[in-house]
Each structure stands twice: as C-alpha cells, then as structure tokens.
C-alpha cells in the first residue's frame, strides 16, 4: 500500500505485461526486455510498436510485452520486419534476435535489410552461444571457449573464426546506427539503454537501419554461476567484442544522445 | 481456318516485333489469338522465333510442330522451318541472307530480298515488315489495312516517323506474292 | 475491351487491380516480367515493392506484410518455390493469408528454364512441415490466369490461407487477348488480428508455436476443419466434350491445352474423347473424377512431368477402368501430334 511518505522507485513498465518469464536465473534477457520496454514506456510509442520475435531463447518474448507482435521463421526477423514496415511506415518495428538466428542462419537477411537501409530496430542479443538447444557453437563462440559442440574448445581451424556482427554491418552505407554494448554491471546497463533509445529514436525519424548489440551472459549453458558468468562477458567477451560506436551516420547524428 | 505462323530471325532482326504485330491484327479482327516466344538463352544473341496462331474458334495447343506457315529470314530458321511447313502452306524467305530456294512442290515459297527492298526505302531495318506484308497476304490471315491500324496504334514515340515508311514496307511486300 | 497480355505482366496488372498493397520479388526466368512490371507500376500507386536478397527473404516479407493486414503477393519460379517452402508453413501456421505465383519449369535441381508442371506434389501437398495444402489454382490461358488471380486474393482471405497460382513458362511467356477487371478499392480493414499496433485494443500475436501438444493439435484440428471446408467448397474444374465421352484425357494447364488439340483432332477421327481439366489442383475433383470413371472406359493422363497429379487421378479413380500415362519431363511443352496416338493406343487397350 502507498502512502504518503512512499515514492515508487521500480515498477513494471507499462509495456511488459505481468508475467514470470521462462528465462533461467542469471540470464540478462530479462533485464535487457525491460530496458527495451522502459523506453518503450519513456518515448509513448508502446501502441504503435510491433515486435517480431525469433526462434531463441526469446522465442516468447511477445508473452512478455504489452504491444503487437509477429513470431518469425529462424533468422527470418529482419525480411519479416521489412514487410510490416513497409506496410505500416508510421509503425516502430523492432525485431529481438539472438545470435545463432541474426548470425548464422538470418545472416543473409540481416546484412540486406541493413544494406537497404531498412528502417527498423534490431536489438541483437549475443551470448556466444545457441541458449535454447542447450549450449551449442554459436557464430560469436569465442576461439577456445567450451560448448557442447566444440567439447574441446572452439578451434579456429576446423570451426573457424567468431563473426563480429557490429563491425560487418557498420560497413553498411544503408546502416545509419550500429553499436555495440554490455548488461554486465549497471553502468553498461544504463548505457544500453540509452543505445536503444538511440535507435528507436533514429527509426522515428526515417534516418535508416539500426541496430544494438547487446553482450549478454548465459550462465546456464556456460556452466558458471550468475556473477562468473557476469565476469566473463567483462573479461572474455569485451576483448573479442569490444564496446562502442561502430556506425552514426550523419543522417541519424541528430537523433543520437550521449 | 486456323493459321499457324512460325516467325524466326536472328534476335534484332525483328522477327518477335514482326508476330507481335500480327497478333494485335488478330485482335482488332476479333479473333482469338495466341503469341508465344522463345524465351530463355536462346534470346541472347542467337535465333529468336515465335509462334503466331489465329482462330476463329478457341485455340487448344498454343505451339505447333507444323506451321501452316512460317516467315524465316536467317538460313538456320530456313532450315529447322522449311520441311516443317504443312502441305499446302506458305514459306515466306528473306533471300537476301537465305541462298537455299526451297525444292518444296508442296508448298508455296516466296524468296523476297526484303533487306535490299528495305534499303531502297532507306530503312534497312524495315526488312520485317516487308516480310510480313507477303506474309499476311500470301495467307489472307489478316487484312493489310488492320496492320496499318495496329501500326498507328501501337507504334512507339521514337519510331513515330517511320510510320508511313512501315506501311509502304507492308505494301511493297504484299505486292511480292 | 480485350487487349494483348503477356501472361506473366496480365497476372501483375490483376493483383494490382485486385488491391495488391505489398510485392516482395526475386529474379528468376520465366516470371521475371511479372517483377519487372511490379517494380515500376508499385511505387507510381504508392505501394511497397521490395527486390529481396533471395525467395526466402520474399516469403517473409510477405509473411511480415500480411501479418500487418496487406494484400501481399510474391511470384517466383520451380526453384524458387522450394526455397519458399519454410515460409509458406509459418504462413499457413500463422494463418495469414498470402498469395504466390508459381511459373513452373523443369527439374529437380537447376534443372532447365523451359515450362514445367513437375511442381506438383510439391504444391499441392503441402512442401514446407507440417499438415497443411495451399489453395493451388493452375490457369491455362492468360485470361484465367487473370481470373484466377483476382479469385486467389479472395481465396486467401476467405481462409486465411495460401493460395498458389500454379502456372508454368508457357503461360507466363505467351501474349493471348485477356478483359482486365475493373481496378478494386484497397479499403481499409481491420479484421481482428492483422497487426497494425496496440493502439486501443488488447495486444495482438500472429504466431505459428503451440508449445503443448494438446493445444498444437487443437490448432491443427482447426487447419483441418479449414482445409475440409476448402475440399467442399472450392473445387473447381472444367470439361470439354465429355457429355458423351467414351474416354477422357485429364491434364491441367498448358499441358489441358494440348490435349484439347488432340481430342479435337481425336474426335475428327470418330473417338468420342473429352476433356477433364482441374483448375484446382488442391482441392483436386476427386469426386467427378470418380463419376468419370464410372462412365467411361478408360483415362488418359497427360502432364509435363514424370507422373504426379496421376497419382490423384488413380485415387479418384480407384481401379475402375484403366489409367495411361503420357508425360514429358524435360521442360519442353509436348505437341498434340503426341498425344493423339496415346489416346489411340487408350482405346486400342480396352478393345
């Protein structure tokens, strides 16, 4: 009960729904739905957004928030985003995509809806790892790292090398903003946030594809607790996928804060 | 009566533009019709032809093996097309690039040196219409006045002052046969 | 007033004219006129046309498009469609509507760029996982291609379903004499479940996952229920000279056009040989197909491939009176003079 000497400090955004998710204890897809939903909340677009979600982990992510939201085929987020948006160019599109759907199986649809300058928001949530079918080689598997398909370690001559999907895309003349960014401690998270409202702010105003990767920890399928798991994306995952700006073009400049 | 024209040409001689014309003739006769095209590799550079068919009635099959005519103007359309002509039919040549006469007895064979024809109207790339001028009248498909329609029509903005020198072409062609 | 079309431009014109909002494409002979055609004419109506990256970036975003309440539309050819295949299942899962227009040519593999029909099981069985057959209507003129194509956009409404325009290179390629329909009002609509955003209403989902097995089925049961009511409804064919028929070819599209110059020819010579075309290939005319058999002596099948709408003609047919087959399966169109001597030898079989 509130009264009068309580403020509320924390409370569930409007654009999540009241629901428990399925995610595992540690896992920072929670904390990076709500950030995604804070926004949401802070900018008033929670009605004219619709979501598409991926075959991941974040496969139910539409449980979860309050706005319309399509299910889309393995990888195929990004061309079904392009179909919403470009039937409902006053609509936030966004798609949630995990990195075994955006890096390897949707790659050709990422790179090209980047390349058209498609003007929806990605928000690429990277693990190093395929979370759902239980801790497989992931495209962003850093070399050496243990999953249970590289049991030894990724070795970077058979399996090759990790893909940086930040860096490829800002190669993109169609990508007007593309970063990359961490929920491993609360500055970063504060800072994603910001990214996110970045992008979303940059599709508002027509100035072309953006994208947000966001490192993020799977202590499950690591094998390590929650905190260890937080540690290895600051220690591990940050050298390999340093954080930072790798794309603002100047047509998104104006929309872009801090 | 059903007429089954195969028109065959190098590709930029006209050869599509010529069945083309013929078709939308069948049209403004009200009369079913039918244009197909080669299509696919053998568009690039080598031999293109099309089918032409013109019905009074419904037209099942829209190719034919044996024409009822068929308009050639290189000699490898001469000879795929030549012995497939139907007894009876018509064999409308460009002799300017085709030597071989047919030794048909038959068939009606008509070799007009329609590139010099064309030449002499100063349009060397009129050739098809002096070609298909004997061909619409050596069959009596199609009247020659509905192809001047159909030219009026359908002819495009940069072609437009050729106009009267394409229906002097049809003419000069029909007269040949 | 009749004017010349290409096939694959007159099928272009109808969708627009049938209020085609969303055209996702990508090149492939022998349907590339009907992308070619879109790719000017879409943008001038102020509609979204989108050259995707391959047919698996087109099918989602007619996926997204439709899912988003447009009249939405891809076009494609044999190798195409089995890239399509995946999203042709999230569709039907996802119980959008969508149409697609298949410019069939030879297989399997590359194959060759010539008209084929050998895209029939993969059509009309479903091709992507799962339960599940698209509406497959196979034109046999450029006049029914337009037709039919004003009636796939219905169709796909109606059931909120995939409905395949299945025609092949021939009929995209030919110029026949077609009567374009009057262009439709794209009207604004909300049927209850198109995404157009959360705006006073409850949040919407369009989805194809049912993670329990029970609710899966019941949701299957509902595809089932629909796919029912197709067979019922929806079955359409057309005949020529069968009143008094002895023998009956079955063919469909280009393939029933052939036949029809055969049967012509056939009947010149004292056969008394019809005609019996499906335009639905799903739902097949199991049924009349049946009463045929039970009042002539014996079917001749004629398909460009090795044999596939055969095995539903055999299933109508159910051993009643003997089935031949004639099929040509290198991409190419066969020519009458073929096809007579097979009904020939159909009724030299049961004398």
Redesign the interface.
Request: net charge negative.
């Given at each position: 009960m509130l009264t009068d000497d309580m403020q509320v400090v924390y409370e569930c955004p409007d654009a999540l729904t009241d629901v428990i998710t399925h995610y595992c204890p540690g896992c920072t897809h929670g904390v990076i739905h709500r950030l995604i939903a804070e926004v949401l909340d802070e900018m008033g677009i929670r009605e004219k957004t619709i979501g598409v979600a991926p075959v991941g982990c974040s496969v139910f992510i539409y449980n979860y928030f309050d706005c319309d939201f399509a299910q889309a085929a393995h990888g195929r987020a990004p061309a079904m985003a392009t179909g919403l948006k470009r039937v409902h160019p006053d609509r936030v599109v966004f798609t949630y995509q995990g990195d075994g759907d955006l890096a390897a199986i949707g790659t050709a649809e990422i790179i090209h809806a980047a390349a058209r300058g498609e003007n929806i928001s990605v928000f690429f949530v990277n693990n190093a790892v395929y979370g759902m079918t239980g801790g497989q080689m992931a495209p962003t598997t850093l070399p050496g790292m243990k999953t249970t398909s590289s049991p030894t370690g990724r070795d970077v001559e058979l399996a090759g090398f990790p893909l940086r999907v930040s860096e490829l895309l800002a190669q993109m003349t169609g990508a007007a903003y593309v970063v990359r960014r961490s929920v491993h401690d609360p500055g970063n998270i504060n800072k994603t946030k910001k990214a996110i409202r970045n992008a979303l702010n940059v599709q508002l105003n027509q100035a072309g594809f953006s994208l947000v990767e966001i490192l993020s920890s799977c202590p499950t399928n690591w094998g390590t607790s929650a905190l260890d798991a937080l540690k290895f994306v600051k220690e591990q995952m940050l050298p390999f996928y340093p954080l930072g700006d790798y794309k603002v073009a100047d047509s998104a400049k104006s929309f872009i804060v801090g | 009566m059903q007429h089954e024209i195969i028109i065959s040409g190098f590709g930029g001689q006209g050869a599509l533009f010529a069945g083309q014309l013929i078709a939308y003739g069948a049209l403004a006769e009200d009369r079913h019709v039918t244009w197909i095209p080669s299509y696919g590799p053998e568009m690039r550079g080598g031999t293109a032809h099309c089918t032409v068919i013109i019905s009074d009635q419904e037209i099942g099959s829209p190719l034919v093996r044996r024409p009822t005519a068929a308009l050639v103007m290189n000699p490898p359309s001469f000879e795929r097309y030549e012995p497939a002509i139907q007894p009876g039919g018509i064999l409308v040549a460009n002799a300017n690039l085709i030597a071989t006469v047919s030794a048909r007895a038959d068939i009606r064979a008509f070799a007009i040196k329609a590139n010099e024809i064309a030449t002499e109207f100063g349009s060397p790339q009129l050739a098809n219409m002096v070609l298909t001028g004997a061909l619409v009248t050596a069959t009596g498909m199609l009247k020659l006045e509905t192809l001047d329609y159909v030219l009026n029509e359908r002819i495009s903005a940069r072609h437009r002052d050729k106009l009267a020198l394409n229906k002097q072409c049809l003419r000069r062609g029909a007269a040949l046969v | 007033m009749?004017?010349?079309w290409e096939g694959n431009q007159a099928i272009a014109e109808a969708a627009l004219r049938a209020g085609l909002?969303?055209y996702?494409g990508y090149p492939i002979?022998?349907q590339t006129e009907l992308l070619e055609y879109l790719s000017r004419k879409m943008p001038e109506l102020g509609r979204?046309f989108?050259q995707?990256?391959?047919e698996?970036?087109?099918i989602?975003?007619?996926?997204?498009?439709?899912?988003?309440?447009?009249r939405?539309m891809t076009s494609s050819s044999s190798p195409g469609i089995s890239l399509m295949q995946?999203?042709i299942s999230?569709i039907v899962g996802?119980e959008v509507p969508a149409v697609i227009v298949d410019m069939m040519r030879g297989g399997p593999g590359l194959g060759?760029?010539?008209p084929g029909q050998a895209d029939y099981f993969q059509l009309t069985k479903g091709g992507g996982h799962g339960d599940y057959h698209p509406i497959v209507l196979a034109p046999w003129s450029v006049q029914e291609a337009v037709d039919l194509t004003i009636g796939a956009f219905d169709l796909a409404e109606k059931y909120r379903h995939v409905v395949i325009l299945a025609a092949d290179?021939?009929i995209g390629?030919?110029?026949?004499?077609v009567e374009m329909p009057a262009p439709r009002k794209i009207e604004k609509r909300d049927r209850g479940w198109e995404?157009?955003?959360?705006?006073?209403r409850e949040?919407?989902?369009?989805?194809?996952?049912y993670l329990q097995p029970e609710v899966l089925h019941k949701h299957n049961e509902k595809i089932q229920a629909k796919q029912r009511a197709i067979e019922q409804n929806q079955v359409r064919y057309h005949e020529f000279l069968m009143d008094d028929a002895e023998y009956a070819v079955i063919a469909f599209g280009?393939s029933a056009?052939?036949?029809?110059?055969?049967?012509?020819w056939a009947r010149a010579k004292g056969i008394r040989v019809g005609l019996h075309r499906p335009i639905s290939l799903y739902p097949f005319p199991y049924a009349r197909v049946a009463e045929i058999s039970k009042r002539v002596r014996a079917i001749l099948v004629v398909e460009m491939n090795a044999g596939q709408m055969l095995e539903d003609v055999r299933l109508g047919v159910a051993e009643r009176v003997p089935v031949s087959f004639y099929g040509v399966m290198g991409g190419r169109?066969p020519?009458?003079?073929e096809v007579l001597p097979e009904i020939e030898k159909l009724v030299n079989s049961v004398h």
């Amino acid at each position: 009960m509130l009264t009068d000497d309580m403020q509320v400090v924390y409370e569930c955004p409007d654009a999540l729904t009241d629901v428990i998710t399925h995610y595992c204890p540690g896992c920072t897809h929670g904390v990076i739905h709500r950030l995604i939903a804070e926004v949401l909340d802070e900018m008033g677009i929670r009605e004219k957004t619709i979501g598409v979600a991926p075959v991941g982990c974040s496969v139910f992510i539409y449980n979860y928030f309050d706005c319309d939201f399509a299910q889309a085929a393995h990888g195929r987020a990004p061309a079904m985003a392009t179909g919403l948006k470009r039937v409902h160019p006053d609509r936030v599109v966004f798609t949630y995509q995990g990195d075994g759907d955006l890096a390897a199986i949707g790659t050709a649809e990422i790179i090209h809806a980047a390349a058209r300058g498609e003007n929806i928001s990605v928000f690429f949530v990277n693990n190093a790892v395929y979370g759902m079918t239980g801790g497989q080689m992931a495209p962003t598997t850093l070399p050496g790292m243990k999953t249970t398909s590289s049991p030894t370690g990724r070795d970077v001559e058979l399996a090759g090398f990790p893909l940086r999907v930040s860096e490829l895309l800002a190669q993109m003349t169609g990508a007007a903003y593309v970063v990359r960014r961490s929920v491993h401690d609360p500055g970063n998270i504060n800072k994603t946030k910001k990214a996110i409202r970045n992008a979303l702010n940059v599709q508002l105003n027509q100035a072309g594809f953006s994208l947000v990767e966001i490192l993020s920890s799977c202590p499950t399928n690591w094998g390590t607790s929650a905190l260890d798991a937080l540690k290895f994306v600051k220690e591990q995952m940050l050298p390999f996928y340093p954080l930072g700006d790798y794309k603002v073009a100047d047509s998104a400049k104006s929309f872009i804060v801090g | 009566m059903q007429h089954e024209i195969i028109i065959s040409g190098f590709g930029g001689q006209g050869a599509l533009f010529a069945g083309q014309l013929i078709a939308y003739g069948a049209l403004a006769e009200d009369r079913h019709v039918t244009w197909i095209p080669s299509y696919g590799p053998e568009m690039r550079g080598g031999t293109a032809h099309c089918t032409v068919i013109i019905s009074d009635q419904e037209i099942g099959s829209p190719l034919v093996r044996r024409p009822t005519a068929a308009l050639v103007m290189n000699p490898p359309s001469f000879e795929r097309y030549e012995p497939a002509i139907q007894p009876g039919g018509i064999l409308v040549a460009n002799a300017n690039l085709i030597a071989t006469v047919s030794a048909r007895a038959d068939i009606r064979a008509f070799a007009i040196k329609a590139n010099e024809i064309a030449t002499e109207f100063g349009s060397p790339q009129l050739a098809n219409m002096v070609l298909t001028g004997a061909l619409v009248t050596a069959t009596g498909m199609l009247k020659l006045e509905t192809l001047d329609y159909v030219l009026n029509e359908r002819i495009s903005a940069r072609h437009r002052d050729k106009l009267a020198l394409n229906k002097q072409c049809l003419r000069r062609g029909a007269a040949l046969v | 007033m009749k004017e010349l079309w290409e096939g694959n431009q007159a099928i272009a014109e109808a969708a627009l004219r049938a209020g085609l909002e969303a055209y996702f494409g990508y090149p492939i002979t022998p349907q590339t006129e009907l992308l070619e055609y879109l790719s000017r004419k879409m943008p001038e109506l102020g509609r979204a046309f989108v050259q995707a990256e391959s047919e698996i970036g087109t099918i989602n975003m007619v996926y997204g498009a439709a899912s988003g309440g447009a009249r939405a539309m891809t076009s494609s050819s044999s190798p195409g469609i089995s890239l399509m295949q995946e999203g042709i299942s999230y569709i039907v899962g996802s119980e959008v509507p969508a149409v697609i227009v298949d410019m069939m040519r030879g297989g399997p593999g590359l194959g060759n760029i010539a008209p084929g029909q050998a895209d029939y099981f993969q059509l009309t069985k479903g091709g992507g996982h799962g339960d599940y057959h698209p509406i497959v209507l196979a034109p046999w003129s450029v006049q029914e291609a337009v037709d039919l194509t004003i009636g796939a956009f219905d169709l796909a409404e109606k059931y909120r379903h995939v409905v395949i325009l299945a025609a092949d290179g021939n009929i995209g390629q030919m110029m026949e004499p077609v009567e374009m329909p009057a262009p439709r009002k794209i009207e604004k609509r909300d049927r209850g479940w198109e995404l157009t955003g959360a705006i006073n209403r409850e949040h919407r989902l369009i989805s194809s996952i049912y993670l329990q097995p029970e609710v899966l089925h019941k949701h299957n049961e509902k595809i089932q229920a629909k796919q029912r009511a197709i067979e019922q409804n929806q079955v359409r064919y057309h005949e020529f000279l069968m009143d008094d028929a002895e023998y009956a070819v079955i063919a469909f599209g280009t393939s029933a056009r052939v036949a029809h110059t055969a049967i012509t020819w056939a009947r010149a010579k004292g056969i008394r040989v019809g005609l019996h075309r499906p335009i639905s290939l799903y739902p097949f005319p199991y049924a009349r197909v049946a009463e045929i058999s039970k009042r002539v002596r014996a079917i001749l099948v004629v398909e460009m491939n090795a044999g596939q709408m055969l095995e539903d003609v055999r299933l109508g047919v159910a051993e009643r009176v003997p089935v031949s087959f004639y099929g040509v399966m290198g991409g190419r169109v066969p020519f009458p003079d073929e096809v007579l001597p097979e009904i020939e030898k159909l009724v030299n079989s049961v004398h």
